[in-house]
């Protein structure tokens, strides 16, 4: 199988295949009918019509299946303890949602063991896999101290490289009467433990979080340890977040719930994606950012799962693009490109998010002749299998 153990592998008779490639296929997607796809080394080494096929050492049949990249989850918070069920029902009964809940997943988080976190991680990324991600990031930030917040990325780091230093998750307990001194610790001592082991920082910068002044500071100190910035952004109301993450040059501004037209501008005009999270919106039900408005005036915007116990509890991509297209008018071809290769912008990879020569072989099959199926179809497991480019062997879901 494409897994790059040996020989070439080709996938043939697919029904549609998006390539996110439009110099290839049809429209943004890059779409070609009746395609064929051949794999050498965990590579895409061919991708054409069917009939224009070469002989490969070994060769599977879609049978007319529509076949899309992989999706790439540029958010999700996977490491953590306890759960927050009962949180939610309170909220489905009209309690608000507030930053406060992250503390309790903290102290259950910091009581854990390393088996019970790594257990938890594991499942959930396996989930994540069966629901056809194929790459994704995690964040720290449940961990709050020196000791677990290194955890927490050590962890993370034995399922994926995309991990992410967010110490400035919210300001601990313990330092309640003094979130300068915190601010000092993520920013100092935490930063230089926690550095090694993560590629990107993060900051929620939003109300009963961090304002901008503490956001600026700590991802700039990130970023002179070689991290790069990313934000949770106007999540609970509008503000700061978007502004300081165009400022910093961050990679995502992630949330952009309530995204001013200010906002919107600075988005389109720097080179930081918008990445949104129709399932934080929907388990806590708030209202679901504009995603039209920001297309429209020219913003990368990825979709991502925000996998976490409070206030996103899905692993599930195919949910997340059903929601956006229904709930954020997206078109189902901008949900799914937003879910492939604007996730791949996000974590600037040009490796992923598409089917094209060079790129790895991270895909999925759908029992649909169509990637439209995924909105169309909400709530039905449409994905057949995936494959991941690594030695890791072929999913099926
Ligand atoms: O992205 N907003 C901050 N962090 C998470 C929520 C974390 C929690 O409630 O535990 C988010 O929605
Ligand atoms: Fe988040």
């Known amino acids: 199988m494409p897994d790059g153990s040996a020989g070439t592998t080709s996938l043939v008779n697919i029904g549609t295949l998006v390539t996110n490639d439009p110099s290839v296929g049809a429209g943004a997607l890059g779409m070609i009918t009746d395609a064929a796809v051949v794999v050498e080394h965990g590579r895409v080494a061919w991708v054409g019509p069917s009939r224009a096929c070469g002989p490969a050492d070994e060769q599977v049949d879609l049978e007319g299946r529509a076949v899309l990249p992989g999706f790439v989850d540029s958010h999700a918070h996977m490491v953590f303890a306890g759960d927050r069920s009962a949180e939610f029902a309170a909220r489905m009964s009209g309690e608000p949602y507030s930053a406060g809940g992250i503390r309790s997943t903290v102290d259950r988080t910091r009581a854990a063991t390393d088996d019970e976190l790594r257990t938890t991680l594991t499942r959930l990324a396996n989930e994540m896999r069966m629901s056809g991600i194929t790459t994704f990031e995690t964040k720290s930030g449940y961990g709050l101290t020196e000791r677990d917040e290194a955890r927490s990325l050590r962890l993370a780091l034995s399922e994926t490289t995309e991990t992410t230093f967010?110490?400035?998750?919210?300001?601990?307990?313990?330092?309640?009467?003094?979130?300068?001194?915190?601010?000092?610790?993520?920013?100092?001592?935490?930063?230089?433990?926690?550095?090694?082991?993560?590629?990107?920082?993060?900051?929620?910068?939003?109300?009963?979080?961090?304002?901008?002044?503490?956001?600026?500071?700590?991802?700039?100190?990130?970023?002179?340890?070689?991290?790069?910035?990313?934000?949770?952004?106007?999540?609970?109301?509008?503000?700061d977040g978007i502004r300081v993450a165009v400022e910093v040059g961050?990679?995502?501004?992630?949330?952009?719930?309530?995204?001013?037209?200010?906002?919107?501008?600075?988005?389109?005009?720097?080179?930081?994606?918008?990445?949104?999270?129709?399932?934080?919106?929907?388990?806590?039900?708030?209202?679901?950012?504009?995603?039209?408005?920001?297309?429209?005036?020219?913003?990368?915007?990825?979709?991502?799962?925000?996998?976490?116990?409070?206030?996103?509890?899905?692993?599930?991509?195919?949910?997340?693009?059903?929601?956006?297209?229904?709930?954020?008018?997206?078109?189902?071809?901008?949900?799914?490109?937003?879910?492939?290769?604007?996730?791949?912008?996000?974590?600037?990879?040009?490796?992923?998010?598409?089917?094209?020569?060079?790129?790895?072989?991270?895909?999925?099959?759908?029992?649909?002749?169509?990637?439209?199926?995924?909105?169309?179809?909400?709530?039905?497991?449409?994905?057949?299998?995936?494959?991941?480019?690594?030695?890791?062997?072929?999913?099926?879901?």
Not at 192 to 200: G, S, T
Not at 229 to 235: I, S
Request: with cysteine; hydrophobic share 45%; aromatic share 6%.
């Open 166 to 239: 967010l110490g400035a998750h919210v300001v601990p307990a313990e330092f309640a009467s003094d979130p300068d001194g915190y601010v000092a610790l993520v920013s100092g001592a935490m930063l230089d433990i926690c550095a090694p082991f993560a590629r990107w920082i993060d900051v929620f910068c939003d109300r009963g979080a961090f304002d901008a002044d503490q956001a600026r500071h700590i991802l700039l100190a990130g970023a002179d340890h070689g991290l790069v910035p990313r934000v949770h952004a106007n999540q609970l109301q509008p503000g």
């Open 250 to 397: 961050a990679a995502s501004a992630d949330h952009c719930t309530y995204a001013t037209d200010s906002d919107i501008e600075l988005l389109a005009g720097s080179t930081t994606v918008a990445t949104l999270l129709p399932g934080a919106e929907f388990s806590t039900r708030s209202p679901y950012p504009d995603a039209r408005r920001m297309l429209d005036a020219g913003v990368t915007v990825a979709l991502a799962t925000d996998c976490n116990p409070g206030s996103s509890f899905t692993t599930s991509m195919p949910f997340c693009i059903a929601v956006a297209v229904r709930d954020m008018r997206m078109t189902p071809d901008e949900a799914v490109w937003s879910a492939t290769a604007g996730g791949a912008a996000a974590l600037r990879r040009d490796d992923i998010g598409r089917v094209t020569v060079g790129s790895r072989a991270d895909l999925v099959s759908l029992d649909a002749p169509s990637h439209v199926h995924l909105a169309y179809r909400p709530g039905v497991d449409l994905v057949d299998r995936v494959w991941l480019s690594t030695t890791t062997p072929k999913v099926d879901a």
